[in-house]
């Protein structure tokens, strides 16, 4: 499995950005998929999960009603679109896989792990 994220970039605060994870892999809803992020000097932290069907959805407290995770089954594809951006959503974000949809998102121990994508928002 291969994992490309993209569509990261530098916003203003207040401001909005789509992130895309494209996959390559032949069964893509076999894999629940997810975003995690990492700011300088900071440990990485989930953002969101979405299951394999996209019925169940997970955020951080920190972006729960500013950021919606979807995925397209069809087109391998998951995405992050990113509203009411702050500053301290500046990271480089990453989009991950697993078969399993458990503790293992929460452990941050999966086991595809995509490039990242810069994302700075300014005040």
């Known amino acids: 499995v291969q994992l490309q994220a993209f569509g990261g970039g530098l916003v203003q605060a207040g401001g909005s950005l789509r992130l895309s994870c494209a996959a390559s892999v032949r069964t893509f809803s076999s894999y629940a998929m997810g975003w995690f992020r990492q700011a300088p000097g900071k440990e990485r932290e989930i953002v969101a999960t979405?299951?394999?069907?996209?019925?169940?959805?997970y955020y951080a407290d920190s972006v729960k009603g500013r950021f919606t995770i979807s995925r397209d089954n069809i087109k391998n594809a998951m995405y992050l679109q990113m509203n009411s951006l702050k500053p301290e959503d500046t990271a480089v974000y990453y989009c991950a896989a697993d078969t399993s949809y458990g503790s293992s998102w929460r452990l941050g121990t999966l086991d595809y792990w995509g490039r990242g994508t810069q994302v700075t928002v300014s005040s």
């Open positions: 979405i299951s394999w069907s996209g019925s169940s959805t």
